[in-house]
């Protein structure tokens, strides 16, 4: 099968052998398949990740034991646990020490003709979700994951550090559970997607001159933890959801000073994310920037790392 390799922090486009399904997998031909912020940090040296990267995606289940899968339309978790460890048996797989990650940790990705994944880690879509919208359930599930570890009331204040396309439906999320939403982006085209939902923007860190009860950083930058410690009120909470590859240069006095916590969150619900699409309580159609042919996906990489390029498709 054709696919987009990542060898030496190189991306190479390749004839590979096509994966075989174990017992537990199902064979997916991929539809249509996402580039997000984690995927170009790859490229640069994070998680030393080699193969195929990619694991936002959509695809039709080719072939599995369980022949009721067949022909369906899926999205699939991209954590895979050994299910023997002490957090598997707790119920908290995606932090299995062991686990392989879908295009992340010994595991090829979703930019190829097809990938494989445990019948457990799929989710049939309802036809109401299109592919370009199914694309957004795993990132759509990791900005619901910050609702999962924390109670938001609708009279906090929140503001949502970055515009790019974690951003973007992380500040939506955060709409649907208090009005008081900013989000402080570089790029007004993007910002203007939350201008239509209501939610305050800013391209100015200076705008926002007040503090705040909870604060997600989704810059996808280094020095998204300083800015968010110094945009929090004391005894608040800040979000962090950016992998980056570098190291932060923050002062993490100020959290014991101010007593701030401070929580990571990364994979989330995806069933809760789905139907937040098929109900269509986010936009993210004009999120979409381009989509190309596998064939062209290093044209896709190179138009994803442009300053201001929002989610950028690949369809083998």
């Known amino acids: 099968m054709k696919a987009l390799v990542l060898e030496n922090k190189k991306l190479l486009i390749k004839d590979i052998p096509s994966p075989l399904p174990s017992e537990k997998e199902a064979l997916v031909k991929v539809l249509k398949a996402g580039i997000c912020n984690t995927d170009l940090e790859l490229v640069k040296g994070y998680m ?4 195929v990267p990619g694991h936002e995606f959509v695809g039709c289940v080719v072939q599995a034991l369980n022949k009721s899968w067949v022909g369906k339309r899926v999205v699939g978790e991209i954590n895979i646990p050994c299910g023997q460890c002490e957090f598997c048996r707790k119920g908290e797989a995606k932090h299995c020490p062991s686990r392989d990650i879908l295009g992340i940790t010994n595991k090829n990705g979703a930019f190829a003709e097809f990938l494989t994944l445990p019948l457990a ?20 599930a990791a900005a619901l994951e910050i609702l999962e570890q924390i109670r938001v009331r609708k009279d906090e204040s929140v503001l949502v550090l970055g515009d790019g396309k974690l951003g973007l439906l992380v500040a939506q999320v955060m709409r649907l559970k208090t009005k008081k939403v900013s989000c402080l982006g570089k790029h007004r085209r993007k910002l203007n997607i939350l201008m239509k939902k209501g939610i305050e923007t800013s391209l100015s860190v200076n705008r926002f001159h007040h503090k705040y009860d909870i604060v997600i950083e989704a810059t996808g930058k280094e020095e998204g933890l300083r800015v968010s410690l110094s945009r ?3 005894r608040g909470r800040v979000i962090l959801k950016s992998t980056v590859a570098g190291e932060s240069s923050a002062d993490f006095s100020k959290i014991v000073v101010d007593e701030i916590q401070l929580i990571g969150s990364r994979c989330g619900p995806f069933l809760k994310a789905i139907n937040l699409l098929r109900n269509e309580l986010v ?3 004009e999120m979409v920037d381009g989509e190309f042919p596998l064939g062209r996906a290093l044209e896709a990489f190179s138009l994803a790392q442009k300053p201001g390029t929002m989610k950028v498709l690949i369809r083998p």
Do not use: I, Q, Y
């Open 48 to 51: 030393a990740f080699e193969g």
């Open 121 to 140: 880690n799929l989710h049939r879509l309802p036809d109401e979700v299109s592919d370009t919208r199914a694309v957004f359930v795993e990132p759509l």
């Open 232 to 234: 929090v009120k004391p």
């Open 283 to 285: 936009d993210v159609e």
